[in-house]
């Protein structure tokens, strides 16, 4: 299965966030959660989006790499092979707590079995959020952990080609699944036709990644560990080269990093790792097909302007 991951909420509120929970948390929808996986009710998607209270849920010590563990409660999404889904957890008050979101295929007795999505990358006060798509028809179960607060939650199914508008998690739509106008088939900006080639936010994981098409050079910003961009192209196999500089053509900053990716995972191909000579870039022989890049700082840098050749 297609497992995509990111996070935070650097992006433009009209475009990605414009489904945010109500003020008024007495008209806000309900989410209904259980304090275990297998007890998990399903959401009333597909889109559902909820002020959750977490300050009474059970504490269930989390073993997974980037799930701090806490207070838990758990809800289940009914999916259909194919279908991408997103969810989206906001710290709304800003209160100073930690969400993070794990979402499974499957129940199972390991505190985080093979397969399980964690999110939590982004720190005390930001959002946490993450993709996926399942190659088979299934139930889900995602848990929700917030250290005791309150956060509100939005899991949507975007479909692409029924806008515009672009719905939350989609690059673009603009009403059509045909390529080349610049949102593509897949909903995902498309750079290479611009006179001025510069990521377009949302692009934080691969289904909304940037559209481009070698050779080209295009700009970006990264802001830190809390945003990562992600740019695809068809490759047809064989010599690659991927040159990273700074945003005036100099060295990249030794805290930026480029990573080639091999389709919709995280899987990664080649990296230029933060504190290699930013000026060397990526060349090798990369296989046929779907590509991504991904580009981002390390945690502690400020916003840094990049340049990216693809040849």
């Known amino acids: 299965m297609l497992l995509l991951l990111a996070g935070c909420d650097l992006f433009p509120e009209d475009l990605y966030m414009h489904d945010a929970a109500p003020a008024d948390r007495a008209s806000a929808p309900t989410l209904a959660i259980a304090e275990t996986c297998a007890e998990a009710p399903l959401a009333p998607g597909p889109v559902t989006n909820a002020y959750v209270d977490l300050s009474t849920s059970r504490h269930d010590p989390d073993a997974c790499p980037?799930?701090?563990g806490g207070p838990e409660a758990w809800f289940a999404l009914a999916v259909r092979a194919g279908e991408r889904w997103h969810v989206h957890v906001t710290d709304r008050n800003r209160l100073g707590i930690d969400p993070s979101l794990r979402v499974l295929p499957a129940c199972a007795d390991a505190v985080c079995p093979a397969g399980a999505l964690t999110m939590n990358e982004c720190g005390v006060g930001q959002d946490e959020h993450l993709s996926f798509v399942a190659e088979t028809d299934g139930t889900w179960r995602g848990a929700l952990e917030a250290q005791g607060g309150a956060v509100d939650v939005l899991v949507n199914q975007p479909v692409c080609g029924n806008g515009p508008p672009a719905e939350h998690a989609e690059g673009c739509d603009d009403g059509n699944r045909v390529g080349g106008d610049g949102c593509d088939a897949r909903c995902?900006?498309?750079l290479e036709g611009l006179a001025t080639p510069r990521e377009r936010e949302p692009n934080d994981d691969p289904t909304m990644a940037n559209h481009v098409v070698a050779p080209l050079v295009f700009t970006g910003e990264a802001g830190g560990r809390c945003d990562v961009d992600y740019f695809?192209?068809?490759h047809v196999g064989g010599p690659l080269r991927v040159g990273l500089t700074a945003g005036d053509g100099s060295c990249a900053e030794p805290s930026l990093q480029v990573e080639l990716l091999q389709g919709e995972t995280s899987a990664a191909l080649e990296r230029l790792g933060a504190g290699?000579?930013?000026?060397?870039?990526?060349?090798?022989?990369?296989?046929?097909?779907?590509?991504h890049l991904r580009v981002r700082a390390a945690e502690t840098a400020p916003g840094l302007t990049y340049r990216v050749a693809l040849e």
Not at 276 to 291: H, I, K, S, V, Y
Request: negative net charge; contains cysteine; charged residues 30%.
């Open 232 to 234: 695809t192209f068809e």
């Open 188 to 190: 995902r900006v498309e």
């Open 66 to 68: 980037d799930a701090p």
């Open 276 to 291: 290699d000579p930013g000026c060397g870039g990526l060349a090798l022989d990369a296989p046929a097909g779907e590509l």
